[in-house]
């Protein structure tokens, strides 16, 4: 059967108007995905940007004998609910490290408390009328402001959220990666030296490789199950203590070192190779002062990669108990610690509003200091990547 | 604290030791040159040699000999343990300096510690794969000492309960007898993991349509990277954003239809999944769609196939392996992921098709078994292992499968790659 010229034409259109279809749709897939990103973003920059301020009131602050003994009675009654408690705590020691202060009186900006806080935010609170009324009082006189928080990244956790900073797991986050890269680093690159420079290729060598393939896809929760039973009931690596939450990312930080480090060995053209053995150097010497200082950037640069994966990994730090209550900031890592993304779960299990917010402060922050890490792998990665 | 002291101690006396061997080393093998010999290797290699041999056993010693005392548990008290290999060291030292010797080949000798010693690196990822192995199977076969394997694996109800009285000695103050069915937990994990799958397919794969066959190199170049950003945030994050901004959304768009949905459903820390494992589906297929050779695009539209057919019809038939394959990685990473379902989803074990309502995961509960203060000993404890052991297996099996398909898929196409 013969089909006009029209039937055909107008199938033909039929055709191509499916075809232009699937390009808009694949693009709208890949715009859809970019839009997600915005709305994460902007979600994030809503929720969390508020937490970089708190609210302070300004009050009269009476130290007197009776304030040493009970700091509340330090501010009048009708503003005491409103001060943060935690900041009244603090009053007699203060007075006993300057003894100038007793029996004076004066104006003072404190830190408020976090449901005025939230009040002056425009959130739900649960404080009562008449306490909405005197805040109202104070902020018309501008006694009351919302200021930029410096406490957020000074102070350890706390259970009260106008106190509570993100400085103790900022130090654990520290204290736990240095002890990640001192072993995966080393480790990481003398595998993939030894890989890609000195092994046979043989059945050894290639379990050897299937193997590393293979932990780069274990799910990370079962690196915290190692730990648990080998680091600390085996090895009785102190629990919680950054360095069995540094060995477990180690470890899991290895397959990214190794298969960084060979891409960039792999990299490195042979003649450079020839050229040393050519002059009689041994395969070591060929390795340690040619091959690994050309090959360096592309290992830093997946160093830093690996580095960042290992900052904002939770699941196996939760399983070796990294998610204690670490109100100070120390610098060792053999005691309890915390560090940023398990402070951001802790919190974000916190029913209290204020808290919410410190946890998207802490998000912001964690994201701050992860772009910052790829994007210095980027540089690096553009600035000394050689063609050969 | 005296142990660290003693450690301290040690490594200094070895650092000395060592530093010794070093110049002792050098001065003798300048000393042999001087005197007309010629040698195999340069001076600064014998001292490095020399070094080596009085470090490298003694340091071994000390090592193996603290595991065999927490392997066996055998009594050698640790400050024994230094002062014996300082005396090995010190045995070293004397072995290196009888060393230094015209035909003694001082720069193989250290080429043959520096593999060894490169070797035992590369163990340490053998190791870890059997240190997981060994950890989960050990304590999963406590577990299914206790309980029985059968009720595991067909058992409909998970309620560990009072188990951990039992452990306690104290089994009988238990209101009930704990169960441990984990075919509600496996039912959940499926249940997210499918909508993930369901988000993550179409939406990866159509971008790496676009990318790989329409895009401009441009938008190429920036697209790319801008989706890896996807796989790059935190999975704690991911959580946070699940069960404080999708979750309420999806009740409240839920309620608009008339339908009941819980805060913890199982459709938002899905749909957030389903976003965090894009870029896996995405980069993957983009490049098995980059790898289908071009005379097979040639030749369809040279048939007078539009480009949507040819890509419908030609391309992704021929990368179809590879895209599978992306897909079962991604559904393994989806198994696997713990934060956000922690956080997002429901912490009760619930056998339910539906996704509007809470159910709980494999990941969840073995952390909620791990962060309780119970007795390590206990059976809700050592559940986590058994759940942990299969889902090992599970994702392992989906990797190998994987791997072993992109693996002929590469094959194929590598000879009639013109």
Redesign the interface.
């Known amino acids: 059967m013969r089909q006009s010229f029209d039937d055909i034409s107008a199938q033909l259109k039929g055709?191509?108007r499916?075809?232009?279809?699937?390009?808009w749709?694949?693009?709208?897939?890949?715009g859809?995905?970019?839009l997600?990103?915005v709305f994460?973003f902007t979600?994030?920059l809503i929720?969390g940007l508020p937490a970089f301020q708190q609210a302070q009131i300004q009050v009269q602050v009476d130290y007197s004998e009776r304030a040493q003994q009970l700091p509340l009675a330090a501010v009048e009654e009708d503003v005491r609910p409103l001060v943060s408690r935690g900041y009244l705590r603090l009053i007699p020691g203060r007075m006993e490290d300057n003894p100038d202060l007793l029996g004076t009186s004066r104006m003072e900006w404190v830190l408020a408390d976090g449901q005025v806080d939230q009040y002056l935010k425009g959130h739900h609170t649960n404080l009562n009328s008449k306490e909405q009324s005197v805040v109202d009082q104070l902020a018309s006189e501008g006694r009351a402001e919302l200021k930029f928080d410096t406490n957020f990244f000074t102070s350890g956790d706390s259970k009260m959220p106008e106190l509570a900073g993100i400085a103790s797991a900022a130090m654990g986050t520290v204290m736990t990666l240095l002890v990640t890269l001192a072993v995966a680093f080393?480790?990481g690159v003398?595998?993939a030296?030894?890989?890609e420079e000195?092994?046979p290729d043989n059945r050894f060598t290639q379990?050897?490789e299937i193997?590393?393939?293979?932990?780069a896809?274990?799910?990370?929760?079962?690196?915290?199950?190692?730990g648990?039973?080998?680091f600390i009931?085996?090895?009785?690596v102190p629990r919680s203590s950054p360095l069995v939450g540094g060995l477990t990312l180690a470890?899991m930080t290895?397959?990214v070192i190794?298969i960084a480090t060979r891409t960039a060995l792999r990299s490195v053209p042979d003649t450079i190779r020839h050229a040393a053995f050519g002059v009689g150097c041994?395969?070591?010497q060929v390795v340690r002062d040619h091959v690994l200082p050309v090959s360096m950037p592309g290992i830093m640069t997946g160093s830093i990669i690996g580095l960042?994966?290992a900052?904002?990994?939770?699941?196996p730090l939760?399983?070796v108990g990294m998610?204690a209550f670490i109100p100070d900031v120390s610098a060792t890592i053999t005691d309890a610690a915390t560090v940023l993304?398990?402070q951001?779960?802790t919190w974000?299990?916190e029913p209290d509003r204020a808290f919410?917010e410190k946890?998207?402060g802490g998000?912001l922050v964690?994201?701050t200091i992860?772009i910052a890490l790829?994007a210095t792998a980027?540089v690096l990665r553009k600035k000394f990547e050689r063609r050969w | 604290m005296q142990t660290n002291q003693l450690i301290l101690l040690f490594s200094g006396a070895l650092l000395v030791l060592g530093l010794i061997a070093f110049f002792m080393g050098r001065a003798k093998a300048a000393k042999v040159r001087a005197s007309g010999a010629s040698m195999y290797a340069q001076p600064d290699q014998y001292a490095w040699y020399a070094a080596l041999a009085t470090a490298g056993p003694a340091v071994a010693v000390g090592a193996i000999g603290a595991f065999a005392l927490?392997l066996m548990g055998a009594e050698i008290p640790t400050p024994y343990l230094l002062a014996a290999s300082l005396v090995v060291a010190a045995g070293g030292l004397m072995v290196a300096m009888t060393q230094v010797r015209p035909d003694f080949h001082a720069?193989?000798a250290?080429?043959r510690t520096?593999?060894f010693?490169?070797?035992g690196?590369?163990?340490?990822?053998?190791f870890?794969?059997f240190?997981?192995l060994?950890?989960?199977i050990?304590?999963a076969i406590r577990f299914f000492q206790m309980q029985s394997f059968w009720d595991f694996i067909t058992g409909t109800t998970w309620n560990p309960g009072a188990s951990f009285l039992a452990a306690a000695g104290r089994a009988e103050e238990g209101a009930s007898a704990a169960e441990f069915g984990s075919v509600p937990l496996f039912a959940g994990t499926f249940m997210i993991t499918l909508i993930a799958m369901l988000v993550a397919i179409?939406?990866?794969?159509?971008?790496a349509?676009?990318?790989s066959?329409?895009?401009p190199t441009k938008v190429r170049t920036i697209?790319k990277?801008?989706?890896e950003?996807?796989a790059?945030?935190?999975?704690?994050?991911y959580?946070?954003?699940a069960?404080?901004?999708v979750a309420p959304l999806v009740v409240s768009l839920a309620g608009m239809v008339g339908l009941e949905a819980s805060f913890s459903n199982a459709l938002a820390p899905g749909i957030v999944m389903g976003?965090m494992i894009?870029p896996f589906i995405?980069s993957l297929s983009d490049d098995v769609i980059n790898a289908v050779p071009d005379s097979m695009r040639q030749g369809s539209l040279a048939l007078g196939m539009?480009?949507?057919?040819t890509?419908?019809d030609v391309v992704v038939p021929a990368a179809l392996p590879g895209i599978i394959s992306a897909s079962l990685?991604a559904m393994?990473?989806a198994?696997?992921?713990?934060?956000i379902v922690?956080?997002a989803a429901g912490m009760r074990p619930n056998l339910t098709a539906n996704p509007l309502e809470d159910m709980t995961t494999v990941?969840v509960r073995?952390?909620a078994a791990?962060?309780g203060d119970q007795e390590?000993a206990s059976a809700e404890t050592l559940s986590?292992?058994a759940l942990?052991l299969v889902?090992?297996v599970v994702?392992?099996t989906l990797?190998?499968v994987s791997?072993i398909m992109i693996r002929r898929f590469r094959e194929k196409y590598r000879s009639n790659n013109l």
């Open positions: 055709r191509h499916k075809s232009a279809r699937l390009k749709m694949s693009m709208g897939a890949l859809l995905a970019g997600f990103l994460f979600d994030m929720k080393p480790i003398m595998t030296v030894y890989l000195f092994a379990i050897i193997n590393i393939n293979n932990l896809a274990i799910p990370s929760i079962l690196f915290g199950l190692l648990l039973a080998i009931n085996f090895f009785g470890l290895l397959p190794i041994s395969r070591w960042a994966q900052m904002g990994e939770t699941a939760i399983i998610v993304p398990a951001i779960f974000a299990g919410t946890t998207a998000i964690l994201l992860l790829n980027v | 927490l720069r193989k250290i080429e520096i593999r010693v490169l070797a690196a590369a163990m340490i990822s053998i870890t794969t240190g997981i060994i950890s989960i050990s304590e179409p939406i990866g794969l159509m971008s349509i676009y990318m066959e329409y895009a697209a990277p801008v989706l950003v996807l790059g945030i935190p999975t704690v994050v959580g946070f954003f069960a404080i901004t976003i894009i995405s539009t480009r949507a057919e890509i419908k990685l393994s990473r198994m696997g992921e713990t934060m922690v956080m990941t073995i952390v791990l962060t390590f986590a292992f942990g889902l090992f994702t392992l990797n190998m791997v």
